[in-house]
């Protein structure tokens, strides 16, 4: 039997606030275990929550860049349950007054652009973490991440592959980090994305039974946890088996899903309003200046590079996938007017070397002003672009400035006809039978001779001067 799959996905974005979302305590990330705690995100009798202003901006923010509405008047509610790193038994967030709703963003796979509609962004605390050590009897729990803010954003069932939920996920993580509302770090949890899939029968309506996935820290995890669960199903459902409304956890060295536990419907949460927390009233004024106020996102800074650098549309979205890059991009185009020329070397020489040492563009060694620099010298012909790219490695870890390392080592290029004309007076004295294959028409031959000169110059001629006099001598 053919099936269709349907996915919808739900992300815990952790906002980049100061302090939790209920309290004051901090939220630095690898602190020691619960260093950054009090009597509210400990859930002791008697402590009330206080709702964090920076975390309602950010979420309205955010909202508006996924095209949501804002819920002028929106509330929080207690969902009740048990575990034990949730100490006050209920988890503060928001069920039927969410703050954000209705939204979308566009994603492109293969090459088509497609709407995914999201039903809802809410803000809500997070839990602790239980540590479970290998070798010991027990688990602790570190409260330190308990009472942090979060989004958790939902989507429709808008999804039917691996490869457009990550499409979504990484379109819906640029758009979070442009406006630096959260890191985006999937290794420390700060996103955290739970693929909701299900199959059913092609053509049909209704939506079969869901399984949830969780803790996948990647995007190479998503997609492979979303194509294993898929043929599981399909398997499961093709040997006349029934599918079961649970939660599965997603095992690495595996390759393969693991059920963690049954998957709770929402009246099994038992939702009511806080009654610690009063209702939250938005003024539309203030949702106004936030929407004024909005950065350009990455979908149209892409569009705008493609129109107005003429990039082609990979390098753009390669570019505008991070807001420090096409920073950093535009800081060299700015200086440097040859935008397919700063694109390549952003995104080959740069990146490279970023990649290699773990590092963000944000602190790149390599400013753009020294990158700016080198590339005028090519284009100047003071240095050939082979040394270029040969002594860029060194530009990215010494720190030295590329005249100053041309210097030292002595590769400026050599483009006086005097001297170029005296090695090309040589080669040819030395190769008289290509000299006379070249005369009869093979112009291939060009090539070899060239190369001669740039061999007997250690590499410093310059190439097209050393074309142009070439041709001269040989007629």
């Excluded at 040997?239 to 079961?244: L, V």
């Excluded at 693991?258 to 998957?263: I, L």
């Amino acid at each position: 039997m053919i099936f269709e799959t349907v996915i919808g996905v739900e992300v815990h974005a952790q906002l980049r606030t100061n302090s939790k979302m209920f309290c004051g305590c901090g939220t630095t990330f690898g602190m020691s275990a619960n260093s950054q705690t009090c009597p509210v995100c400990l859930g002791l009798p008697g402590s009330l929550p206080v709702i964090n202003r920076m975390a309602v901006e950010m979420a309205v923010r955010a909202g508006l860049a996924l095209n949501c509405t804002i819920t002028a008047s929106n509330r929080f509610a207690r969902k009740n349950y048990f575990y034990p790193d949730l100490p006050k038994g209920y988890q503060i967030s928001q069920y039927e007054a969410p703050i954000c709703e209705h939204g979308w963003i566009e994603i492109r796979d293969g090459g088509e652009i497609k709407r995914i509609r999201i039903r809802r962004a809410h803000l809500e605390e997070d839990a602790g973490k239980n540590i479970h050590e290998t070798g010991t009897s027990g688990s602790r729990v570190d409260l330190n991440r308990a009472g942090t803010p979060l989004l958790e954003i939902v989507t429709e069932p808008d999804m039917h592959s691996a490869d457009e939920v990550v499409a979504y996920l990484k379109g819906l993580r640029d758009i979070l980090m442009y406006l630096d509302v959260c890191d985006g770090n999937m290794d420390e949890g700060s996103f955290r994305c739970e693929p909701n899939l299900s199959l059913r029968p092609s053509g049909q309506k209704e939506f079969g039974t869901k399984v949830e996935l969780k803790n996948i820290n990647s995007f190479k995890y998503v997609k492979d946890a979303v194509e294993y669960e898929i043929k599981r199903q399909t398997k499961v459902l093709n040997e006349g088996g029934k599918i079961r409304q649970e939660t599965r956890l997603w095992n690495i060295e595996r390759g393969e899903t693991a059920v963690m536990r049954s998957k709770e419907e929402a009246h099994d949460y038992r939702y009511f309003p806080d009654p610690d927390l009063v209702p939250l009233k938005l003024d539309e004024a203030w949702i106004n200046g936030f929407r004024a106020s909005q950065p350009e996102l990455p979908a149209v800074r892409t569009t705008r590079f493609v129109s107005d650098y003429g990039l082609p549309e990979y390098d753009a979205t390669i570019l505008t996938a991070s807001k420090g890059m096409a920073d950093y991009f535009e800081v060299c185009v700015e200086r440097f007017p040859q935008p397919k020329t700063v694109s390549n070397w952003v995104m080959g020489e740069l990146m490279r070397e970023l990649n290699n040492s773990g590092t963000d563009i944000s602190a790149s060694p390599v400013a753009p002003e020294r990158l700016v620099s080198l590339l005028q010298m090519v284009d100047k012909g003071t240095i050939s672009l082979k040394v270029a790219r040969e002594i860029f490695p060194e530009l990215y870890s010494s720190g030295k400035a590329p005249e100053q390392i041309v210097q030292e080592k002595g590769l400026t290029q050599v483009s006086d006809e005097g001297a170029l004309e005296k090695i090309i007076e040589e080669v040819l004295s030395k190769n008289p039978g290509q000299v006379a294959q070249f005369k009869v028409g093979k112009q291939q031959v060009l090539g070899f001779l060239v190369g001669q000169v740039m061999k007997t110059s250690g590499g410093k001629a310059n190439p097209g001067k050393v074309n142009e006099l070439l041709r001269k001598k040989l007629g």
